[in-house]
């Protein structure tokens, strides 16, 4: 079982948001509730993997070169990867519970979570690594917004309210004297997020890759780079698994494992990288000449690189209850 059981009375910011997904989890496993079994690494075996093919979702941006650069290494495991892509956490969370998809690409906060409200998840590796310039916070030039002081009373877009970014926005805030709660943050899908500025139905968003040039292209201005400071160098999201699923494919899992670090050195290859922009997501090339290359993960991920991100949510009020992210660690296994 994992360290931490779910919380009874703790109310933060995602439990509406993951409660059908909660329901369905429990309703799946018969109402057993609290975490479950991270299996260790020691005695699987990455070249022989129960289920050939998986499918994973995750964003269709630069922050997923790392799994479609990894293809070529899983296919030396004989393991497949397949997709889908996300259009918001919610969803994903929903889909790698009711089994739809095998691998979710996540903020590990949101994994934790959903692990303290009764839900069967570990996390098996690291995507990438936050640096400056690369997901900004940006507002319209008329907005009289200069500053995230200046969103007191303001609607902020972003692909989940409470993902990553709004999280970090909410440190920023707080760290700032202005309280969190104050702001409102509304769920924009990333198709939406240009459209949903433009248009005023909010106030700013998120932003990243060609969304980020579309934007300033119209004027757009950055108030708040979610990779700079105190969150640089940070993995900001994961892979993670049911624990259903890593129990009935230890090997498959460990397959992945291996796999994906090698998909994150070739990422870290900007050739490589402009190659998946161009062939993967459509982009033109003034698109991709103005997009900062992700820092994808290369190394076993350890529970430094995720774990500050939650207790930042304790310093802030939006978490109640510790939670040790070892807890929901899948081991790298040394066989690769």
Known sequence: MHTTNARPTSRSLVTIALGAVVALALSACGGDSGGGTTAPAADVDPHAPEQTTVTGSMY????????????????????????????????????????????????????????????????????????????????????????????????????????????????????????????????????????SLQRGTVDAVGSQGAVTEQLTAAGAEEIFDFGEGEFEGRVENIWAVTDDFLKKNPNTVAAFQCSILKGGEAANVRENAESYFRDTLGWDDATIDTTVSVVAVTKPLTTDQIQQDFDDLIDIGVESQEFDMSSIMVPQPDNC
Not at 115 to 142: C, E, H, K, N, R
Not at 154 to 167: C, D, L, Q, T
């Open 60 to 195: 269709e941006n630069a922050i997923s070169a790392q799994w479609f650069l990894a293809q070529p290494a899983a296919e030396e495991y004989g393991l497949t990867l397949d997709h889908i892509w996300q259009t918001d956490g919610a969803a994903g969370l929903a889909q790698l519970v009711s089994g739809d998809i095998d691998i979710l690409q996540s903020a590990p906060a949101r994994i934790a979570d959903a692990v303290m409200q009764g839900v069967d998840l570990s996390i098996i590796a690291g995507t990438y690594q936050s640096g400056p310039d690369f997901a900004t916070l940006l507002v319209m030039p008329d907005s009289g917004i200069s500053d995230i002081a200046d969103l007191e009373g303001k609607k902020v877009g972003m692909p989940s309210p409470v993902g990553i970014w709004a999280n970090r926005l909410r440190k920023a805030l707080f760290d700032a004297g202005v309280d969190p709660n104050s702001v409102e943050f509304v769920q924009v899908p990333f198709g939406d997020i240009a459209a």
